[in-house]
């Protein structure tokens, strides 16, 4: 698919200690790979561990003008408050959400139990598998998203770069995990971002 003129706004909400700004810095990194511009910016509240956590990600194909959009595209919604966002999206928007924390049915929207995935890919490998969340989360988003499986583990590589070589590979472990339950539970699911165009 072509990304000719792409502009993709793209919003990680969630508490802290889900992993919501890493993975905002995962997802721009996945599409800096793609040879794409993409910006940054997380948004805390008051507490980092157990409050407000945002991610703002913006992909471009040239310079991004306005990093700090108050429309998206897209939504990663990590636990139930985070769906209080929905209504900043787009009328086409597409939303993502951890369904080991968030219950009902959402029409239209991507449903990964991300959380249920990292629990049972690291339980006792780890004290809180669950701060894995997010990565099990990037997985099903790379695969739907179609930016690959290699990209994938280099972008967790290089952003975890600081981080032991046994826990580089835990969450390697944890985002395939997603990945491959995107590719079996989420078949039919098309990638947002034909929206764009091919």
Do not use: C
Request: net charge positive; no cysteine; glycine share 10%.
């Amino acid at each position: 698919m072509g990304l000719i003129q792409l502009k993709a706004r793209i919003l990680v909400s969630g508490r802290g200690g889900l992993g919501v700004v890493e993975m905002g810095n995962m997802i721009a990194y996945l599409f800096m790979n793609k040879g794409l511009s993409t910006t940054v910016v997380p948004t805390y509240g008051p507490q980092t561990r157990g409050g407000f956590v945002e991610s703002i990600v913006v992909i471009q194909d040239e310079h991004v003008l306005n990093p700090i959009p108050t429309k998206f595209d897209m939504l990663i919604a990590m636990d139930v408050p985070a769906l209080g966002r929905i209504k900043d999206l787009m009328p086409y928007g597409t939303i993502f959400f951890n369904s080991s924390l968030v219950d009902g049915k959402w029409p239209e929207a991507i449903r990964v139990p991300a959380t249920e995935i990292a629990e049972k890919v690291a339980r006792n490998k780890m004290r809180e598998p669950r701060v894995t969340s997010n990565v099990s989360m990037l997985g099903a988003f790379a695969k739907i998203m179609q930016l690959g499986r290699d990209n994938l583990n280099d972008t967790i590589s290089n952003i975890l770069s600081d981080k032991t070589d046994q826990a580089i590979k835990l969450n390697i472990d944890i985002a395939n995990a997603g990945y491959n339950y995107a590719e079996k539970e989420l078949p039919g699911i098309k990638n947002p971002l034909a929206f764009f165009g091919q």
